[in-house]
């Protein structure tokens, strides 16, 4: 009985020294893993360079100040984000069966999604989300303003503050989908403002932004912003790091 216990013994070390060896290995690559797109940063990096001919390298803009910086910003939004310009492209008969959840029109944008997959969607996501973002500048003659709403909002008008859901630096929160704001583009975010106050407007319907789920909530309370406080709003998150 001992000679054959020792003898699968034996035959078993080798088994289990191989399990061992192959344990940190597995752990360093799941290790490289985004946690919320559950993707390879590094596979999004080979996809990312038709990125920068508009988002600027790295992601950090410069190209043109209405569209997005997207360094430092979190995967799980830009996923999020893609998916509904993804799902932009398809014919209303169609939405439902590949699940969106949003839907975003954009003529630019619809061709720089229509050949990715659901896997480079999350790749680019966590590419994006490993980039340092670049500091911006603010406006200093409407930093009060900015401060004020972005940090306590307006109780009077039930406008809560920016920082309830961004966080008190501007990083959001990538669990909730809550996006960076901080150091964004000042012209992106004003716009994007203004555009869910139309929403709201317009009772949710026909959006660009802010016509569904959780935006919604962005929508109603853009509509509580005069223009003025959007471009302070706007100006001030450019500069908060």
């Known amino acids: 009985m001992k000679r054959v216990v020792i003898a699968l013994a034996l035959l078993l070390a080798p088994l289990i020294a191989s399990a061992e060896s192959d344990a940190p290995a597995a752990a360093a690559a799941s290790a490289k893993l985004d946690p919320f797109t559950g993707a390879d ?3 999004g990096a080979s996809k990312a360079a038709v990125c920068y001919a508009c ?13 997005p910086k997207l360094a430092g910003q979190h995967s799980s939004y ?9 799902c932009g492209t398809l014919p209303a008969d169609q939405r439902t069966a590949a699940k969106c959840s949003d839907v975003r029109v954009n003529a630019i944008m619809a061709g720089q999604v229509a050949n990715l997959s659901d896997d480079d969607m999350r790749a680019l996501g966590a590419y994006f989300a490993t980039q340092k973002p670049v500091p911006g500048l603010g406006d200093k003659a409407t930093a009060a303003l900015g401060d004020k709403l972005y940090r306590a909002g307006d ?4 406008l809560p503050a920016c920082a309830a859901c ?14 960076r704001v901080s150091g964004q ?9 203004k555009d869910y106050r139309t929403c709201a407007a317009n009772n949710f319907q026909n959006c660009d932004r802010g016509g569904v789920g959780k935006a919604q909530m962005m929508s109603t309370v853009a509509s509580k912003l005069t223009d003025a406080e959007i471009d302070a709003l706007a100006a001030y998150l450019t500069g908060l790091n």
């Open 155 to 158: 109780a009077s008008r039930g």
């Open 55 to 67: 988002h600027g390298p790295g992601g950090n803009g410069g190209v043109n100040p209405a569209w």
């Open 166 to 179: 961004h966080g008190p630096s501007g990083a959001g929160n990538s669990a909730a989908q809550f996006p």
């Open 78 to 86: 830009i996923y999020e984000q893609l998916s509904a310009f993804k």
């Open 185 to 193: 583009n000042t012209i992106y975010v004003a716009t994007e403002l």
């Open 41 to 43: 940063p590094a596979a």
